[in-house]
Nanobody, 115 residues
Framework: QVQLVESGGGLVQPGGSLRLSCAAS????????MDWYRQAPGKQRELVAA???????HYADSVKGRFTISRDNAKKMVYLQVNSLKPEDTAVYYC?????????WGQGTQVTVSS
């Protein structure tokens, strides 16, 4: 079955960095676009970044220049390098994929930006 497992979140000071990872299994990873969303308390889940199977990235305006999405098709991994973190980046970050019209999510990883 489709599984997405995120890791790499944590508590970081403003200006700090983290590398989020998502391990995928149960589907042909290389042919699907993958994405990262985030959800802050009391807010809707929002798209942060997406990447096609061939590696073309797309970013939300709020994270352009600070976040980098990448993937390793051989390892079935997708990454989100998050730099220059701000308190407003605090959220649960979710890895996602749409397969056969069905949206799948991982369990999420918490990122907290605070001094």
């Amino acid at each position: 079955q489709v599984q997405l497992v995120e890791s790499g979140g944590g508590l970081v000071q403003p200006g700090g960095s983290l590398r989020l990872s998502c391990a995928a299994s149960g589907f042909i990873f290389s042919i699907y676009a993958m994405d990262w969303y985030r959800q802050a308390p009391g807010k809707q889940r929002e798209l942060v970044a997406a990447i096609t199977g061939g590696g073309a990235p797309h970013y939300a305006d709020s994270v352009k220049g600070r976040f980098t999405i990448s993937r390793d098709n051989a390892k079935k991994m997708v990454y989100l390098q998050v730099n220059s973190l701000k308190p407003e980046d605090t959220a649960v970050y979710y890895c996602g994929v749409v397969i056969g019209g069905l949206r799948r999510w991982g369990q999420g990883t918490q990122v907290t930006v605070s001094s």
